[in-house]
């Protein structure tokens, strides 16, 4: 199966509602972002960062708006398209979520295997190749045949990070991927996360891990209460935030 076509908006959503029964949880979001950048999403808790997170892809579909990756349209009029088309635009943006989702009865190799081998139909030995080179990429080549319950937190997250390259999105979306770990773990995932980012791969990041932003991020955006408050560069955001809201939160959030 081919790979999407580049273009010069790797997503855009226009016009983004998106309602739990009479919350109102996205209020006419607008947000793109470009092939190669890195955007970080930021902003209290129930500020809407994960909802927007998880409509790029199509696990949330928005009441009104529209959603297009690489040029094709994901949701249009509020609408998500039924074609045969849909599971590709899916396959191509990834997704890393708090918890590791890893299949506890498969070995670390299986799990990265799993995707490539039902949903692309590649041969089992291409399929192992590419899961030893992205275990070796995210450091884990010794644990290839552990199972999930015989790892840490950082390293079951960062085999949830190679089983999402392992589908060779374009675009990666990352939920809060260090907020179910040990302090002392995160760093390890953070690593893998910068190595990708400096290897150009796209991905929208939420993330209450502030250095992190600043040091990895080409675009900040801070969300509240449904809405895009403000976003500009880590400098622009960390140094200068235009907002008051934004103020007040990373006053917070460095207070901490």
């Given amino acids: 199966m081919s790979k ?16 739990y029964d009479d919350h109102h ?22 500020s809407g960062k994960s909802t927007l997170l998880r409509c790029c892809n199509g696990l ?6 529209d959603i297009t990756i690489f040029g094709q349209p994901l949701v249009a009029g509020g609408k998500l398209i039924e074609d045969r088309e849909l599971n590709r635009l899916r396959e191509d943006v990834g997704m890393v979520f ?43 080549s010794d644990k290839i045949d552990a199972m999930p319950g015989n790892l840490s937190g950082g390293q079951k997250q960062r085999v949830a990070i190679a089983r999402a390259l ?28 910068k190595m990708l980012a ?18 990895v991020a080409d675009r900040v955006v801070m969300m509240d209460n449904g809405t895009i408050l403000e976003e500009g560069t880590p400098e622009q955001i960390f ?8 103020q007040e939160f990373l006053q917070t959030v460095f207070a901490a």
Wanted: net charge negative; proline share 7%.
């Fill in 4 to 19: 999407i076509e580049p273009h010069n908006s790797a997503l855009s959503l226009s016009g983004i509602q998106k309602y």
């Fill in 25 to 46: 949880v996205l209020k006419s979001v607008d947000f793109s972002v470009k092939p190669g950048e890195v955007v970080v999403l930021i902003g209290p808790s129930g």
């Fill in 60 to 65: 949330e579909i928005a009441q009104e708006g």
């Fill in 98 to 140: 708090q918890s590791f989702n890893l299949f506890p009865h498969l070995s670390v190799l299986e799990n990265v295997c799993v995707a490539p081998l039902t949903l692309k139909k590649a041969t089992r030995p291409k399929a192992e190749k590419l899961a030893k080179e992205l275990l070796a990429k995210v450091g884990l």
């Fill in 166 to 193: 392992a589908m060779t999105p374009s675009v990666l979306l990352f939920d809060e991927p260090t907020s179910a770990l040990d302090p002392e773990l995160v760093g390890e995932v953070l690593q893998v996360m």
């Fill in 198 to 215: 400096k290897d150009g791969m796209t991905m929208i990041i939420v993330t209450h891990e502030m250095n992190f932003a600043r040091d």
């Fill in 239 to 246: 140094k200068s935030p235009t907002h008051a809201r934004t």
